[in-house]
């Protein structure tokens, strides 16, 4: 096997440009099954086989097999306006199911962080019993369960040292591939026609900002300019870590390359949260750096990202200075308001439910008949934030049950730069939680679920 790490490290690497060849999402299945074929033949074993091509797997949102699924139709509400939400059979909710079938040996191994998990899953649960148990819980549950068997069999994975060097290689690559994909659609300035994109059907051109612009924001292969704010934000660290401990050249250079691509990708999403949480991957790589006295390395090696940001403020300055000053007013028009409105329903409902919530997808039902109106009646979505919106679904007990399962697993920053940056991803994912709803259809949950398991496996700390 060792013989062929270098043939693995570069088919993870590039596997991500394979989407460029795949127009439509069936497909997938043709791909993954030569993937397979491929890693069958250099001799990978069954179970590292399948945790890659979990991996691999992780960013697709749309199943092979589902649709839009209506939780509030547009005739219920005084505005016409109505909510849904994507679920599909994915390629990876298949994988980890069949991990969770075929692979015993994830089920015994425990922990406290396994055990705390385990209570909040029995607590989504019992949603089973309650009177708002419907379909729409039912897919929810379905995401809880494939949420906590990735977890296990990530966990299981990554006790070996060979399937964290694996992980490392394929964020790697998706940085490289999600970067190139977003510096291109902005400077092209409109998608690239990837089957995973909703560009074409929601806001072809751009996407309206609540400063009453028509700034074009990219999304990637993602559903909404958001989420993939949010997936970078997860892919950065791990580049940047791997920049600051590079040896040979052509890792750096390509490193550096993916890095800047990944910048001007997170700079076009327009996201203030990605933003946020690109300036606080910076200062804890500082802090990290500062508190070994190793700043000027840091420098050295960081230069020409340093430069490329440099360079992409000079250009495009202008939309960038015009986003920042919308910090103001953001909580007085348009979507801000209306983002506020929301936090208001999620405390309303947490307060009349709040020991088991109002239900997995159920948060814009009960909204409705909460009466909404104002700015959030024009905004029938779930609240932005991940965590009220567990808090309401699920209830309060809930909810702290899995902030206990994320601390206990972050209370300890690691001594190692390399594992040191999977924990800075982390806190991105916590960053951008509190302003979007990373849960249904976004895949940056499904990584920040790796992750931890990453460092629930880590030793040294």
């Known amino acids: 096997m060792k013989n062929n790490q270098p043939l693995l490290s570069v088919f993870l690497f ?18 993954f099954l030569i993937g397979a074929i491929f890693l069958s033949f250099i001799k990978v074993s069954y179970e590292r086989a399948l945790f890659i091509l979990v991996l691999l797997s992780l960013p697709l949102e749309h199943g092979l097999r589902g649709g839009m699924v209506t939780v509030v139709n547009a005739a219920m509400t005084q505005f016409g306006l109505g909510y849904s939400y994507y679920f599909g059979l994915s390629s990876k909710f298949l994988l980890v199911l069949l991990a969770g079938l075929s692979v015993p040996k994830i089920y015994q191994r425990h922990s406290r962080s396994l055990l705390l998990f385990c209570i909040f899953l029995t607590f989504c649960l019992v949603q089973v019993v309650l009177p708002q148990f419907d379909t729409h819980v039912v897919l929810g549950l379905i995401r809880m369960l494939y949420l906590f068997l990735l977890f296990l069999f990530a966990r299981y994975s990554l006790l ?30 409109h998608n690239l026609g990837l089957y995973l994109e909703e560009g074409g059907v929601i806001a072809p051109f751009g996407y309206s900002t609540n400063e009453s612009s028509f700034l074009y924001r990219v999304s990637g292969t993602l559903g909404h300019p958001t989420f993939f704010a949010s997936w970078l934000s997860l892919l950065l660290p791990i580049g940047l870590g791997k920049l600051a401990v590079a040896a040979k050249k052509q890792v750096k250079i390509i490193s550096g390359m993916s890095i800047a691509a990944g910048v001007l990708a997170l700079f076009a999403t327009y996201s203030r949260s990605g933003w946020i949480a690109l300036g606080v991957t910076g200062a804890l790589f500082v802090g990290f750096f500062a508190r070994k006295k190793k700043i000027l390395l840091l420098v050295s090696r960081w230069r020409w990202v340093l430069l490329a940001g ?43 439910f709040p020991f088991f919530g109002v239900g997995l997808n159920h948060f814009t039902q009960t909204m ?19 965590w009220l919106l567990f808090a309401s679904e699920l209830g309060l007990p809930a909810v702290f049950l899995f902030v206990l399962f994320v601390l206990y697993i972050l209370r300890r920053i690691p001594k190692s730069l390399t594992h040191f940056s999977v924990w800075v991803a982390c806190i991105t994912f916590l960053i951008n939680s509190q302003f979007h709803t990373l849960f249904s259809q976004d895949p940056t949950l499904d990584l920040f679920v790796v992750f931890l398991a990453y460092l629930d496996t880590t030793k040294s700390t």
């Open 310 to 352: 440099v360079v992409i403020i000079f250009l495009y300055g202008g939309y960038f200075f015009t986003r920042l000053q919308s910090f103001s007013y953001i909580f007085s028009l348009g979507s801000g308001r209306g983002r506020v409105e929301l936090t208001e329903e999620a405390v309303e409902m947490i307060r009349s």
């Open 160 to 189: 070996r040292a060979a399937n964290k060097k694996n992980l490392r290689t394929v964020v790697a690559g998706w940085l490289l591939f999600f970067g190139v994909i977003g510096s291109l659609q902005f400077l092209l300035g």
């Open 368 to 386: 409705v008949t909460q009466n909404v109106s104002g700015a959030a009646a024009y905004f029938l979505y779930p609240v932005h934030n991940t």
């Open 14 to 31: 590039l596997f991500p440009f394979v989407f460029f060849l795949v127009s439509n999402n069936k497909l997938l299945l043709a791909v």
